[in-house]
């Protein structure tokens, strides 16, 4: 257990959402990537994500200039 070994979760986040590929831009110009779907009982879920939804940051950070 890598917690117990090193005092860290490593791996990759899962936030259980498939995105479209294709970027859009919302009316405010903002550029966004459009959620398709959401893992029933996954992260997403949970944190009621929704499919149709827009993903614009992660981490505080705009996903695309």
């Not at 405010?28 to 997403?44: C, F, Q, R, W, Y």
Request: with cysteine; glycine share 16%; hydrophobic share 35%.
């Amino acid at each position: 257990n890598n917690l117990v070994r090193s005092g860290e979760v490593g791996g990759e986040t899962v936030l259980g959402i498939t995105v479209l590929t294709a970027p859009v831009t919302l009316p405010d110009g903002t550029h966004a990537l459009e959620i398709e779907s959401v893992t029933k009982n996954g992260p997403g879920d949970k944190a009621g994500v929704c499919g149709g939804d827009f993903l614009v940051s992660a981490d505080g950070e705009a996903l695309m200039d």
